[in-house]
């Protein structure tokens, strides 16, 4: 079973900041099988990247994903005030067929 | 537009059963995969099972392996879970999710959940 590693777990920041949310997985896994969401508090998560990189339909060009093998990074370039939430990535695996990572909650300074 | 609609949710005593159900619309849904996730309150996400677009691929976590069935009605568009043996820390808010389905020219699987829905509530307790 993969386990995945999100770092850190809270990261406290102000709006026009950049923020970095690691994301480490307990064995290499390919990137097209890596996604991040995000999830404010009351509504369903929302997906963001897929394929460790690309950003999903609608998602603002200051999202950017990267990473390979066993560490990947999600980044918001500058923090807008609706972007204050709770990141998890994702993986797909074998058994289970997909894991999500604890989260990292970014929050207001 | 595409709409996952949720419904079953609710109090259960421990040891009772539950059957979710999820309504799609906005989208061929015979063409795509659909899974539940849940998560409990306060807590990070758990996916709990996996049906392919045929309804012939079924997979589930190790948790709720042996007491959730998920199924799904093509004709009906709504996918299901039948939630038996319900213990306490089966409490969650529960989403159906749809995989994004989405292949590369290579061939190579993207997989990732471009759309969910509002969840349904299951409160396990006495």
Redesign the interface.
């Known amino acids: 079973e993969t386990v995945l590693t999100q770092s850190p777990g809270t990261l406290s920041l102000s709006s026009g900041e950049r923020a970095t949310l690691s994301c480490r997985t307990s064995q290499s896994i390919s990137t ?2 890596l ?1 991040w ?1 995000q ?1 404010k508090p009351g509504q ?4 963001l990247i ?2 460790a990189s ?1 950003r ?2 609608g998602i603002p060009d200051r999202f950017s994903g990267s990473g390979s093998g066993t560490d990947f990074t999600l980044t918001i370039s500058r923090l807008e005030p609706e972007d204050f939430a709770v990141y ?1 990535c ?1 993986q ?1 695996g074998n ?9 990292t909650k970014v929050d207001v300074k | 537009e595409v709409q996952l609609v949720e419904s079953g949710g609710g109090l259960v005593q421990p040891g009772g059963s539950l059957r979710l159900a999820c309504a799609a619309s906005g989208f061929s849904f015979s063409s795509y995969e659909l ?1 539940w ?1 849940r998560q409990a309150p306060g807590k ?4 709990v099972s ?1 049906i392919s677009a045929s309804g012939k691929s079924i ?1 589930y ?2 948790s709720v392996k042996g007491r959730f069935t998920i199924s799904r009605d093509n004709a009906k568009n709504s996918v299901y879970l039948e939630m038996n043996s319900l213990r306490a820390e089966d409490t969650a808010v529960y ?1 159906c ?1 749809r995989d ?1 389905n ?1 292949y590369d020219a290579s061939g ?7 759309y ?4 349904t509530l299951v409160t396990v307790s006495s």
């Not at chain 1, 369903?44 to 997906?47: I, Q």
């Not at chain 2, 990070?44 to 996916?47: D, N, P, Q, V």
């Not at chain 2, 190579?108 to 471009?114: E, H, K």
């Open positions: 097209n099988y996604a969401y999830q369903a998560p929302r997906l897929y394929g690309t999903a339909t998890y994702q797909y058994s289970p067929m997909f894991t999500f990572g604890p989260g | 899974n996730v990070g996400l758990e996916w996996y997979y976590a190790d989403y999710a994004r989405y190579t699987y993207y997989p990732s959940f471009d969910w829905g509002q969840g």
